[in-house]
Each structure stands twice: as structure tokens, then as C-alpha cells.
């Protein structure tokens, strides 16, 4: 036998939205539960739909425990006060339960930790969510991220980006490394027209041509049993030092010129051979002896002069040429 029961006129409705806190979108199937005070069976309850709206009917007045729950969200509890035939609208914002992603960025290859490394953090759909550096032991912490999949990249200048993809749990941390290996400085792609091609040979010319040789010494000067000694020692230690440098200049742009043009190897090598450059070096020793005066006097070698200028010369034709200056 059916047995109908008929609602009283004058009971009560509760109804509203439940949404994101973070996003404002509606939350569909969070769970909605009516309590009277002091107890801990509800009763009424629903979900919510697919727009995030609820609708409970059927309450006597009085005053009620209403609390609001669904996963990957803080609960949330409001007591309300219901009069007779009174239909009250409650809408309820949920928040997050919020995650952490944290880690160290290191170098590949030394393992050293790496301050100042930019990470940045996307969602699934390649949004830009957050970002944060490295601190000076190249840690990070990323703090209050909803629960999702997320893009985790770590970059610099000096560093290829490196990528992970972090899925993280409700109110969990997860942790995200990375070892970055330091990016390879390439010289710049040069093209050189036939042109060009006999300006480089030309170069080459007076290179050979110079056939500068600083001499290498090694003097041991030996000071013994002596008194009222003086020595003059002579040092083109810089301008000797000046010339090696611009020898290996032009040699390093000239080797990547032959490796991107028709030229023949051999005409570098010999320019390499023919322009010898050395260091000097002296020593002076002084055994039981007294008033030993040594005098270093700054030679100005004419043919030394000569030859760093004309190296500078050929050096900055040599920039011109890819384009440096």
C-alpha cells in the first residue's frame, strides 16, 4: 500500500553556488549536508550540478549546521537560522587545499648548486601561473598552488631550460631537482666572398712576412762572496707578453675562418711556425755577499714595437672582416 505524506506549506528551502576560490568557476558534485545543532547525522543533503548550484527543500524553522565538502577542497561550515516558509540563498566559495613544489638546481657537471636560476611554473595548458629565483644555496620553494599538473621549468643565460611536469595531490609537496648543463659559446657563422677570400690571403702574407721571433732566456745570474755588486737587468716581459696575446688572436680568428671557408690549413700553420714567440725569464742568486744593487731597466725595442703594431693592424683587419668592428 502507497502512503503519500504531504510537506507542510510552511517549511523552509536552503539554496546557492558553490565556486573555486582560486578560479570563481563552479564546483559540480560537491557534497552539501543540513544538520540540526549538537548532531551529527544530517538531515538533508545533495550535490551540487554541473553549474555548481544546490537546492535543499522540505526544512522546519530553526537554526541549522550546514556544511559544504568536496575533494581537493577545505571544508567549509556555516550555521544559519531559518524562519517558517522562509527560502534563504546561500552561496559558498571554497578554498583550494594548497600544495608546494620545492627543489635544488645544481650544475651538471661540477654538481655546484646555482643561485639566481629563474623557475617558472605553467599549468597543462601552458598558462603562466608563478615564478621564483634560486636562493644562494639554489634552492626554491613554490607555496600555495592548487591541486593539478603543472610545467616546471628551470632557466638562465648561462644554462640550457631544463622541463618537468609535477602532478601534485591535494595539500602534498612534491619535489622538482634540476641539473642544468652550462650552455656551449659558438663562434658566430662567417661568409666569406671570393673577396674576402683574398683579403684573408693577404693577411696571411704579412703575417709570414713579419717572421717575428722574441728570443726565450732563461738567465741564472750567480752573486757570491761579492760586495759592491751592481746589476742591470733589462725586461720586456710585458711587451713580449702583449705580442703572444695578439698572436693567439688572430690565430683563433683565423682558424675559424678556415672553418667555414675554401682556404688551405697549411698557409695558417705555416705563419704559426714562422712567428716564434717566447717568454723571457731571469734569476739572480746571491751567496754571502753585501751591497748588491740589481737595476731593471725597460728596454724599447724598436722591432718589437714594430711587429706588435702591425700585429694590431692585421688583428683589427681580421674583426672587420666578421664583422666585429
Not at 651538471?108 to 623557475?119: A, D, E, F, W
Not at 688572436?249 to 675554401?262: E, F, K, P, S, V
Request: with cysteine.
Amino acid at each position: 500500500e502507497r502512503v503519500n505524506f504531504a510537506l507542510p506549506s510552511d517549511s523552509a528551502s536552503l539554496v546557492g553556488t558553490v565556486t573555486d576560490a582560486q578560479t570563481g568557476g563552479p564546483i559540480a558534485g560537491a557534497s552539501v549536508q543540513v544538520f540540526v545543532v549538537n548532531t551529527t547525522i544530517p538531515v538533508k543533503s545533495t550535490l551540487t550540478d554541473y553549474k555548481g548550484r544546490y537546492k535543499i527543500s522540505g526544512l522546519s524553522e530553526g537554526i541549522y549546521i550546514v556544511v559544504f565538502s568536496t575533494k581537493g577542497f577545505t571544508n567549509k561550515t556555516v550555521s544559519i537560522t531559518l524562519a517558517s516558509s522562509e527560502t534563504k540563498i546561500l552561496d559558498i566559495i571554497l578554498i583550494p587545499k594548497l600544495t608546494t613544489i620545492t627543489g635544488v638546481v645544481c650544475d651538471v657537471k661540477t654538481g655546484l648548486r646555482l643561485p639566481n636560476i629563474l623557475i617558472k611554473v605553467f599549468n597543462i595548458h601552458g598558462e603562466f601561473i608563478t615564478s621564483i629565483l634560486t636562493d644562494v644555496n639554489g634552492q626554491y620553494s613554490i607555496c600555495k598552488l592548487p591541486a593539478g599538473t603543472f610545467n616546471v621549468k628551470a632557466s638562465s643565460r648561462s644554462f640550457l631550460p631544463k622541463s618537468k611536469i609535477i602532478a601534485l595531490a591535494p595539500e602534498a609537496t612534491e619535489v622538482a631537482d634540476f641539473a642544468l648543463v652550462r650552455k656551449q659559446i659558438l663562434p658566430p657563422e662567417i661568409i666569406i666572398n671570393p673577396q674576402q677570400k683574398n683579403t684573408v690571403h693577404e693577411m696571411l702574407h704579412q703575417m709570414l712576412t713579419m717572421r717575428s721571433h722574441v728570443s726565450l732566456k732563461s738567465t741564472l745570474t750567480w752573486i757570491k762572496n761579492s760586495q759592491n755588486i751592481k746589476i742591470l737587468l733589462t725586461d720586456n716581459q710585458s711587451a713580449n707578453s702583449l705580442q703572444l696575446s695578439l698572436h693567439l688572436a688572430i690565430a683563433l680568428i683565423l682558424d675559424t675562418i678556415i672553418n667555414t671557408a675554401d682556404i688551405d690549413n697549411s698557409v695558417i700553420q705555416e705563419s704559426i711556425q714562422q712567428s716564434i714567440v717566447k717568454t723571457n725569464k731571469q734569476s739572480i742568486v746571491v751567496d754571502n755577499s753585501r751591497d748588491i744593487t740589481i737595476i731593471t731597466n725597460i728596454t724599447n725595442d724598436t722591432d718589437l714595437t714594430t711587429n706588435i703594431q702591425l700585429l694590431l693592424q692585421v688583428l683589427v683587419a681580421l674583426l672587420v672582416q666578421i664583422d666585429i668592428l
